[in-house]
């Protein structure tokens, strides 16, 4: 028997039968977005280990289960990709109307700004015309 006494060693036990609510933050969802890039990450990991395996070392039938898990692995980072890049495309397109409400607007005010600035350009002619009448005067 060890010197320590089995008393020494007791932890209190809480006599309460109250369960405490977790203290974690609620965290929101991840997006669909947010978990294709989650998964192209995880498999871009996977894909690194495979390839980190020397495929001499293998058998021949170890080098063809390990060449098939290379190419499936490719495949469906492939795949996220191409989801990705739909996905961004669609949302892209879903922006459509307000980007070209936005470059309408903007046309519109860089024409108002064109004819203003013919308006200043013409009034300083003018002014340019009337200081001349002026100097003459005096």
Known sequence: MTGISRH???RPVSRSTERRAPSAAVVEPLSAHDQL???KSSLETISEA??????ETLSNS???KWAD?????DLAIARVRSSLLNGIAEAFEAEMPSIRASTA????DLSRLRKAVDVINAIAGVLGVVEQIIRLGR
Not at 105 to 108: F, I, N, P
Request: glycine share 0%.
């Open 8 to 10: 020494a060693t007791r």
């Open 37 to 39: 890039v989650a998964i």
């Open 50 to 55: 495979l390839n980190a395996i020397d495929p």
């Open 62 to 64: 170890e080098h063809a």
């Open 69 to 73: 898990e290379v190419n499936q692995v």
């Open 105 to 108: 607007r903007l046309e519109k």
